[in-house]
């Protein structure tokens, strides 16, 4: 009985954490059409800074999910609105813009990375925060803390997508972007701002697994893989589907890590190749 | 036994429904006119029975062949070519290269690349293209890109072409030139299907005219007979149509 | 009048390439060591680089997966080189990476482009995971010790399979097979429409292009005494093709070929000062090369050349 719990909490942290890292791809992908190959990357930025702050300033890793998330949020920003507009004024089609962004991605990938290699090296790290355990319940309290924050920023992000302007612009530029402009929406404006939130998450994300997880500045490449899996699962250009995919996703991790721990990643291979074979569109794709 | 056959042909995209239960037929030799407002579901229908689409329900038969199980190469193969209301050539190959894909790929039969270049230049000269043959297809006008698509269809020798809307854009030289192509297609022994907004030149180049209205199929018969229909009528009133002339 | 310019290029480029030829092949005999490797590695990346450009060239279908090739020639040369002949481990080599190509692509070429991109990335760490799980499992080892094959024969085999790459490369682009490629990357819908059976044309060619890169991947393996997956399945080996083939341009065979030689060079230069900040600004030239010559340095060139060539003629 405790075993179940334990997979489902657990599984519901990492579903969390999934359904976050893949939220923010999928707006980078479904919105501003930019296969940020390089997601995992930011991930790794977001731990590394809570990992900074708090060795060096004592800086609480709660406060540290804040300062990442704008940091590299405005990164996100600054990077679409320089980098990414001038490919997109530069593209004869969309397909030209989604096969060149995604290759700046990718020299990003190499640009992050290995910033971070320089600043803090290839060794393992762990951030020690609330690391005492629940006693009555046995459950790790950072977990708690964790999965506490994953719902309250899913259900801040969605209302933000549903109720407020800036939310249901990006919703519009998402589905049909030359109508978006024409309707008076600032679609740069929108695109930057929507990439930088895409990106910001990641670095949310990171924040959150450096309390749970052990991190290493070679960590980001597993996590955008997985991104791209949830992404198909919900249906790519579905942000619901991706916050589904990656619970889904999450559980099912935990299953199969609980049985055997290093079939897991194979695990989500086989359901990728399963979803390409059977439903590429996946679960809320049109 | 009609050349095509369409039954029950429908179309849904989820709550829109873009065709209605429309049947149709050409024979073969025919000139068929497909006209309709806009949105009424025309191109919808050519890309069911060139497989760009899979229709929801209904079936269509070309030589009492089904053609839904069938992909668009195989399509192509069997006989029905078809060109694109915004044209589709391939702009940084060569206009003879273009053509050729169609005579290499498109006839269902192998062949060899000279005879395939051979079969090319006179599908460029049915157009009245062939001097233009080395430029890169993007490089030329818009009425040259169009006839370059009919050539590249030509060449994978159909029997049925699908023209769909030819002459937009076309100035009134141009459209009377289009016109007149496209009664020597028919000559050539190729059935023609097309849809036209400029109305003077599919009524006077049509045997027979189909109507369509919001997917469905609202009269049929010759021009004649279809210019008196009083829904035909009804639906193009206030409809502001190219009459170019 | 046009004609003769063009036959005199022609006959001059077709001369250095039979001097660069010759000079390559009598090579091992003139020096050996360092040179004699230097040549190698611009020659492997050479053959990535063009693999890659047959297919991802042409259709705009961008191929991570050729780490996954690569690594595939590696323990493939692991597991039978010794036994079996090295000549045959190369064959092998390639056969086999056509097949999980057929599979690849049968999987992900019938969808839109950015699925097979994904996998194509995912597949990397897939076969990654892979490889170490069936070691752990059921050979109980962690990487494999390859027999080696003498400086001499590794560096005439690359050869070889450079020039077979190349000369396919040619091939394919002027064929129908590779008119059918650059009209399904021109407009994949017409193409289709046209009789071209599009699925079949990328699988097919992307399978052949996998077949150049598993085999660069086997060759070299046996110029290393142990391998793991970490070494043979690495995702760098995806990205410097890229980086090469975006820099060199990707119009004709010869701008992989610079860019690999370039980058070869630049690489070898830097690895042992600054690994970690050498791969950053090869991040950063990729990021540039796209933004600022999407042509490759050949196109710059080309661009540059008509430039001068149409001054003299243009209306003031």
């Known amino acids: 009985m405790v075993v179940v719990r334990d997979i489902i909490i657990t599984g519901l942290l990492l579903g969390g954490i999934f359904a976050l890292v893949s939220v923010g791809f999928s707006l980078q992908y479904g919105v501003g059409r930019v296969l940020n190959v390089s997601h995992g990357e930011f991930i790794m930025l977001g731990s590394f800074i809570t990992f900074w702050l708090l060795g060096s300033a004592n800086i609480n890793p709660l406060v540290s999910m804040l300062v990442s998330g704008v940091f590299v949020f405005a990164i996100g920003w600054f990077l679409y609105a320089t980098l990414f507009r001038r490919l997109m004024d530069t593209s004869p089609s969309i397909e030209a813009f989604e096969g060149k962004s995604m290759l700046a991605a990718f020299g990003l990938l190499y640009v992050v990375q290995n910033l971070a290699r320089i600043i803090w090296g290839s060794q393992t790290q762990n951030v020690i925060f609330l690391n005492r355990t629940v006693t009555a319940a046995q459950i790790p309290l950072n977990r708690l803390v964790a999965l506490g924050v994953v719902i309250v920023i899913s259900a801040l992000f969605y209302l933000f997508l549903a109720r407020t302007r800036m939310g249901k612009a990006i919703r519009a530029a998402g589905q049909d972007p030359t109508t978006a402009g024409l309707m008076g929406v600032n679609i740069h404006g929108v695109l930057a701002i929507c990439f930088g939130l895409g990106l910001g998450m990641a670095g949310v994300a990171g924040s959150l697994i450096s309390t749970v997880y052990a991190i290493s500045t070679s960590m980001g490449l597993q996590y955008t893989v997985i991104a791209m899996i949830v992404v198909v699962l919900g249906g790519l250009g579905s942000v619901t589907g991706a916050m589904i995919g990656g619970l889904v996703l999450g559980v099912v991790s935990q299953l199969v890590t609980y049985f055997q721990p290093t079939m897991t990643f194979i695990a989500y291979y086989a359901i990728f190749i399963v979803l390409l074979l059977v439903r590429p569109k996946g679960i809320m794709g049109k | ?245 | 009048m046009k004609t003769t310019t063009f036959s005199k290029t022609r006959i001059v480029s077709l001369a250095v390439l039979a001097v660069i030829f010759v000079a390559l092949a009598l090579l091992p005999t003139i020096t050996e060591g360092y040179w004699l490797t230097r040549i190698s590695d611009y020659m492997r990346y050479a053959i990535l680089a063009v693999a890659w450009v047959i297919f991802s060239g042409p259709t705009g279908y961008m191929s991570l997966a050729t780490a996954a090739f690569y690594g595939l020639g590696f323990y493939i040369a692991a597991i039978a080189n010794g036994p079996v002949p090295f000549v045959a481990v190369i064959i092998i080599a390639g056969i086999a990476s056509f097949v999980v190509a057929l599979g690849i692509g049968a999987l992900t070429l019938r969808l839109r482009g950015v699925y097979f991109t994904m996998f194509t990335f995912a597949v990397v760490l897939l076969i990654n995971n892979v490889v170490l799980e069936v070691e752990r499992l059921v050979t109980g080892t962690r990487g494999r010790f390859v027999e080696t094959e003498t400086q001499a024969v590794a560096y005439y085999a690359m050869f070889a399979v450079a020039i077979i790459t190349l000369v396919s490369a040619y091939m394919i682009r002027r064929s129908r097979h590779g008119l059918a490629l650059q009209s399904i990357g021109e407009y994949e819908e017409a193409a289709a429409h046209s009789g071209i059976n599009v699925v079949r044309t990328k699988v097919i060619i992307f399978a052949t292009s996998s077949v150049f890169m598993a085999m660069a991947g086997a060759i070299i393996a046996t110029r290393r005494t142990y391998i793991d997956p970490g070494i043979a399945f690495n995702m760098t080996t995806s990205f410097l093709p890229v980086l090469m083939a975006m820099f060199g341009g990707m119009g004709n065979l010869f701008g992989p070929v610079i860019g690999a030689v370039v980058f070869t060079e630049l690489g070898d230069q830097l690895l042992t000062k600054f690994p970690d900040l050498y791969m950053l600004i090869f991040g950063l030239v990729l990021i540039l090369a796209i933004t600022f010559m999407p042509n490759g340095i050949l196109g710059l060139g080309q661009q540059v050349w008509r430039k001068m060539r149409g001054g003299r003629r243009a209306p003031a």
């Open chain 2, 1 to 245: 036994m009609h050349l095509l056959e369409g039954e029950g042909v429908s179309k849904h995209f989820g709550g829109l429904v873009a065709v209605s239960d429309v049947d149709f037929y050409v024979d073969e030799g025919e000139i068929l006119g497909l006209i309709g407002p806009n949105g009424a579901g025309k191109t919808t229908l050519f890309n069911l029975i060139s497989a760009a689409l899979k229709p929801t329900t209904g079936k269509i038969t070309f030589k009492g062949r089904d053609l839904t199980p069938l992909p668009a190469f195989k399509i192509c193969r069997l006989g029905i070519a078809r060109t694109f209301q915004t044209v589709k050539i391939f702009p940084h190959v060569p206009v003879l290269r273009n053509v050729m894909v169609g005579a290499l790929f498109g006839t269902g039969k192998r062949i060899s690349s000279r005879d395939a270049q051979k079969k090319a230049e006179e599908a460029l000269e049915f157009v009245d293209l062939l001097s233009l043959k080395d430029l890169p297809a993007g490089d030329l006008v818009l009425a040259n890109q169009k006839r370059l698509e009919v050539a590249r269809a030509l060449a994978s020798d159909p029997q049925l072409m699908l023209l769909d809307e030819l002459m937009a854009g076309l100035t009134a030289t141009e459209v009377t030139e289009a016109m007149g192509d496209v009664r020597r297609l028919r000559d050539r022994g190729v059935t023609v299907i097309m849809i036209e907004h400029v109305m003077q030149a599919i009524m006077n180049t049509s045997d027979r005219i189909v109507v369509l209205d919001y997917g469905k199929k609202i009269a049929e018969g010759t021009p004649a007979e279809v210019a008196a229909n009083e829904k035909v009528i009804e639906v193009y009133l206030g409809e502001e149509c190219d009459v170019a002339s």
